[in-house]
């Protein structure tokens, strides 16, 4: 974690991880079963920037980048495409946005939400077909400062663009699609927040 020129903060995060034992979910007809696939080795890395140009605007992307493998014990193919990546586990995912002080009255926050490199199988397991998606999503929230110290209102537009491209996922909510569960359309959230005295 650091800082430069007291204006941007980061902070990475570089690790490895090794199982002997993965447990994962698996179709079986129509049950869904958990099987032990063996050893799984994670290299990875994390990271977090933000950068306030100005009193009023910050800038910030957090993300994370994963390179999987399962180790020797895990032969079937529904468990790991050909090289050895688990599936509907991404690669790649990335928050990236900004948020503007409106008059210390609100503030505006616009960001990309973005994950890619996902492993799935395009067809059933008894002859997978595996493919790599990505897909990304805008969001806005409108936040407002705290009335008399206690109340603060935020309104939030989830998948601002209406991206309706399916995502790979797994388990009861992949009905459209194998493999694959469609995100929902474009939400609108009002919430309030009051803060009880001490």
């Given at each position: ?11 990475i ?12 979910r ?22 977090s ?28 193919s529904?468990k790991?495409?050909e ?23 609100f ?5 990309l939400r ?40 935020s ?15 797994y ?7 194998h ?7 474009l ?12």
């Open positions: 974690m650091g800082n430069f020129a007291k204006k941007i903060n980061y902070n995060t570089l690790y490895q991880q090794e199982l002997e034992n993965q447990i994962t698996i179709e079986s007809g129509e049950l869904n079963s958990f099987v032990n696939t063996g050893g799984l080795k994670v290299r990875g890395v994390e990271w920037f933000n950068a306030k140009l100005t009193n009023d605007l910050l800038l910030y992307w957090n993300g994370s980048a994963l390179d999987p493998e399962v180790m020797i014990g895990a032969s079937d529904e790991h495409n090289d050895n990546q688990p599936l509907f586990v991404p690669k790649f995912n990335s928050l990236i946005g900004a948020e503007y002080n409106v008059f210390n009255k503030k505006v926050n616009m960001a973005t994950i890619s490199g996902i492993p799935y199988s395009a067809t059933p397991y008894d002859n997978p077909t595996y493919k790599e998606a990505s897909t990304s999503f805008v969001d806005l929230t409108i936040r407002s400062k705290k009335f008399w110290d206690k109340l603060e209102v309104f939030n537009a989830l998948n601002l663009l209406d991206n309706t491209e399916g995502v790979p996922a388990g009861e909510h992949a009905g459209n699609t493999g694959t569960i469609q995100p929902e359309g939400r609108f959230y009002l919430k309030t927040r009051f803060t009880l005295p001490d």
